[in-house]
């Protein structure tokens, strides 16, 4: 149990565009989901937190207006990257909690989106 | 705010040799600790976690990690390792901040394992 998938796994685009990432929990429901960015051989470093119906809390120096962050339902949230440019490359983890337990709750992290700038 | 430090950015081992990866956070009142390995080009994956009682913790794997309150560790230990565990490993700790729980993550290990 307690699996999450992201899609896609991998995505190249041109500057200037906008590319959409989706997280979805397939066997449990998620209140809260977060959105990780990690450069290359680096740790995670928290982007926003997202509780579904509710507007995302975005870390310190993250911008919500270029991290859209949705989170529609309880199984599925989706990160927008508007007006990527190269140095938005980067690989997008998302993970979600089962609720109830607090600090307790456990994350189970997606396998990740390798999103590339040209 | 707490703060994870993971010593050794790298740690090279022959195979079936012993191992240990270090971790140490920062004090707080309750403490919740994670263990997370992440394979080349995947997603993290919960190796094992201290949420309460005992202090020593098992994976499925053969790793385990001891919360040490007066050290402020939780350092993983496998006693003979394999090619396959050969990967990216990361302590976290869980923090509570504006209503919401967060993930503390240390700057990660690299297990290499060698034959």
């Known amino acids: 149990g307690a699996v999450v998938s992201q899609h896609p796994s991998r995505v190249i685009c041109k500057s200037g565009t906008s590319v959409k990432i989706e997280c979805r929990s397939l066997d449990f429901q998620a209140t809260t989901m977060f959105w990780y960015r990690q450069f290359p051989k680096q740790s995670l470093m928290l982007m926003a937190t997202?509780?579904?119906?509710?507007?995302?809390?975005?870390e310190q120096g993250v911008e919500k207006d270029k991290f859209l962050i949705n989170h529609a339902s309880l199984t599925l949230s989706t990160l927008t990257v508007t007006s990527a440019h190269p140095e938005d490359s980067s690989f997008y983890i998302c993970s979600a909690s089962q609720p109830g337990q607090g600090l307790r709750d456990t994350q189970y992290f997606g396998p990740g989106t390798r999103l590339t700038v040209l | 705010a707490q703060s994870v430090t993971q010593l050794d950015s790298q740690v090279p081992v022959f195979e079936e040799a012993p191992v240990e990866l270090r971790c140490n956070y920062s004090?707080?009142?309750?403490?919740?600790l994670f263990w997370y390995v992440q394979y080349p080009n995947q997603g993290l994956q919960l190796l094992l976690k201290?949420?309460?009682?005992?202090?020593l913790v098992e994976s499925i794997n053969g790793f385990e990690a001891e919360f040490n309150k007066s050290q402020t560790s939780f350092h993983l230990r496998k006693p003979s390792v394999h090619i396959s565990d050969t990967a990216e490993y990361f302590c976290?700790?869980?923090?509570?901040?504006?209503?919401?729980?967060?993930?503390?993550f240390g700057a990660g290990t690299r297990l290499a394992v060698h034959p």
């Open positions: 976290a700790v869980s923090e509570g901040s504006g209503g919401y729980n967060k993930l503390i």
């Open positions: 997202s509780n579904e119906g509710s507007k995302a809390t975005y």
């Open positions: 201290y949420l309460s009682g005992s202090t």
């Open positions: 004090s707080s009142v309750s403490v919740y």
